[in-house]
């Protein structure tokens, strides 16, 4: 009758027999095994996806200012060519100045329609006038060369427009060239006098109530 091999239960070899010690200790001890580190390559791989979700977001930032500058390109393309064209606008309009004491003849005529049709077309791609003559003086819009004496407008009003400005869209391609409106000396004078005489009626009142 063969013998039997003994069978070699040598431990730290039997991982069946590693995990029931295991559960025994915690049984006895009443404490819980700590849990296991994350490894270096999970460590890792977190730190990769944390660099991707900042590259992602720089990524993201960097095409809306692309298209916000393509839309700006588009919006604002022709600046240079309407600003180039605004004398040519100028000297029809001189010309018109000009010709206003015969306004009848077909030179001025020719002119007139010229110039309509041009600004007509000019509006379509955005190009339009800025009001001046009688407006509010803005110096946002407005350059003021010289200062006009008006008894007729309040102080601070464009009196009269010297070269006419315009905008592109909502950017102001040129400015207004205007003369701005200021009380006549004399009148400022009296209406200085007049507040002067007010004060010091109110005073002396104040003075009998007291």
Known sequence: MAEREPID?????????????AEDQEEQTGEETPEPRLPADAEALQELNNKYLRLYAEFDNYKKRVNKDKEELVRYGNESLLYALLPAIDNLELALKHGACDPKTGVVQGVEITLKELQRTLEKFGLTRIGAVGKKFDPA?????TQVERADMEEKMVAEELRAG?????????????????KPKKAAEAEDEDSTQRAQYDIEENIEEE
């Open 9 to 21: 239960n040598a431990p730290g070899e039997d991982p069946d027999e590693e995990l029931v010690v």
């Open 141 to 145: 819009v407005h350059h003021a060369m």
């Open 166 to 182: 315009y905008r592109y869209h909502d950017k102001v391609l040129r400015p207004s060239l205007v003369a701005v409106s200021v």
